[in-house]
DNA sequence: TAAATTATTTTGACTACTCAAAATAGCGCA
DNA sequence: TGCGCTATTTTGAGTAGTCAAAATAATTTA
């Protein structure tokens, strides 16, 4: 049985890896983390010796079969935990996040599947984000960002990927939430800027660091 | 914060202490957490160190106000999710407490108080044990049990106090579950029995040492 | 009262994880 | 071709918790 540090470990490689790139740095898993990258390195090369990931020296890691059954094990802890969170317990969208990093390494998977259950089996917990399927299956999908979307179209937002509770609690304020809709009214690169308008008839400016983290659908497909 | 072996050390010093002897021995302790004794001294040392708990050297340790408090703070968490479990997630009586000595070193106050209110405020768990308040209000009460009550009296079942899977299963088939009505019809002291009749008109014979684990009360009071 | 039994404590060692800081490798660039 | 920058790896050391086995204290028994 791994131990939660593993766990972490585990998890956060599968989502550095999630966009594309299948080797993830040192340097960016140490700061995920929150260790020194010297912590990292050594860690990951024991887990290399355990089967869970392979890491090519200088160059990065990635799971194993073995290390990605793992990962996705624990990440879909996360999401239903924070899901129920939200949707049974009531608790506010933006801090979740930090109770479910305790939860998920300590639920059973008996639990777990009781508490899929009572949520209806979910696709998404409340950020979007896909909830990899019993048999670990994540349904990723590639989806335009308000950084990058067209321009004057009405869209949806499907998609939050960021959990920072500051960050969470900006969305939630201007109603930028999975399910609202709104267009992105212009963008000025190099001022770094997009400008947005929602239903509300409010508008918005956002960075575009920040619009990058907003995934969207066209509205009527 | 008390790391969660911590909170486990201080949870089995308040429940040995329960029924009355205020010193527990490291013989117990270790027992109770299966570690070696040695182990327990070690850790009783370094806790003592850090204001949890009192040691008499060769005698035994006791909570300090501090300790008292991480641990029914702990208690609290195990039997309300336990209740959790049971009244909410529907699982089996017999099963819930290994995941619960999982979940109490990783649940939050406030996730807490939102199950503790969406259970409606529960004064004890589905095995009647009771749970400590919001401020560390243990409502001790002493019960006879059915190795000592009086015998040929109608009584109700209100707590069993044994947590193995093993027993609650077999408390579990032979009705014998809080709220259960029964009466104790004989002893034999000698051959160390207690025969129960319960009110689906079975009969039952129980050594001394189970009966001693299920505790009642007077049918009318 | 002394010997024997039993419980507790001490000692030395091990695992898992971490950091600080020094050593090394790979890279871009002149 | 070699210099310097940056990321990575290595080294040495520390913390938390554990065990096996030897040492010590207390209690029982004779």
Known sequence: MPSSTVENY????????????DLVSMGDLAV?????PGTATTMIKALAREGYVA?????GVSLTPTGRTVALSVLRKHRLVETFLVNVLKMDWASVHAEAEQLEHSIS??????????????ATDPHGDPIPSRKGKLNFQVYASLATC???????????????TEFLQ???????????????T????????ATIKTTGTRALALSITAAGKILVEPLRR
Chains 1, 2 share one sequence.
């Open 10 to 21: 585990l998890k956060h490689i599968l989502l550095l890896s999630e966009g594309a790139q």
């Open 109 to 122: 998977d008996e639990v777990l599947d009781r508490l899929d259950a009572l949520l209806g089996y979910p």
């Open 150 to 164: 067209a321009l004057k179209q009405p869209l949806r937002i499907v998609r939050i990927t960021e959990q920072t």
């Open 186 to 193: 212009g963008r000025n690169l190099p001022a770094g800027l």
């Open 32 to 36: 995920a983390l929150a260790v020194v």
């Open 170 to 184: 900006f969305a939630d304020q201007n109603h930028l939430l999975p399910g609202s809709t709104l267009i992105v």
């Open 55 to 59: 890491h090519q020296p200088r160059q």
